[in-house]
């Protein structure tokens, strides 16, 4: 009994904002909104284009990776692909192993034969989570923003990340690879949002 009050009280102190986190949390929505309304939405045809492979490391690659950077983190987002913004290169930004990456004219190789299906989500379909089945283990080799090679292993979480980000510079979304049931009902929930659009 005196676990569980002192468990409620606890609670009870997390529920309640300071009018400093308070503002600090609409602050965080609004710029989320803003982020979301800068990252382009399903239907437009730009999420269906293959982009084009990145030949000079300048100043303007280096300035549009560091807007996707931030538009990613306001987002709420844990990668963003230069398609969702309207451009049409092969570059994305992704958070993996909790470091903010600039993968540039990127290659995933598939690791063995294992795959999983978990729910994934994506900045330009809103809401909408659906099974994708992907490779558990990849490499990944691409470029950084300066144009230096960058290697990498991964699995899980981090595979499943930049195998959805390659899909978007191949103008492949996450709806082409799921099961028909839930694309059907992705599809339900998407219609009327371009209607009312
Ligand atoms: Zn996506």
Redesign the pocket.
């Known amino acids: 009994m005196a676990d569980h009050e002192h468990e409620h009280e606890h609670d009870h102190d997390h529920d309640e904002l300071t009018e400093a986190e308070a503002q600090a949390e609409a602050e965080r929505l609004v710029r989320k909104e803003i982020a979301l309304s800068q990252i382009r939405q399903y239907g437009d045809p730009a999420l269906r284009m293959r982009a084009d492979e990145v030949e000079s490391f300048d100043e303007e690659l280096r300035k549009m990776t560091e807007r996707m950077t931030a538009l990613m983190h306001d987002a709420d987002g844990v990668?963003l692909?230069a398609t969702?913004v309207g451009i049409l290169r092969r570059v994305f930004v992704c958070t993996l192993l909790d470091e903010d990456r600039v993968l540039v004219n990127p290659v995933v190789t598939p690791v063995g034969k294992e795959t999983e299906s978990e729910p994934e989500g994506?900045?330009?379909?809103g809401p909408i989570r659906v099974p994708v089945e992907r490779h558990t283990r990849v490499t990944l080799a691409a470029f950084d923003a300066e144009g230096s090679p960058v290697s990498l292993e991964l699995e899980g979480q981090d595979a499943r990340v930049v195998q959805?980000e390659v899909d978007?510079l191949d103008g492949k979304?996450?709806l082409d690879r799921t099961d028909a049931e839930s694309r059907r009902e992705a599809l339900g929930l998407l219609r009327p949002r371009l209607v009312l659009s």
């Not at 994506?122 to 379909?125: G, K």
């Open positions: 990668g692909a969702q994506c900045l330009s379909l959805h978007h979304l996450m």
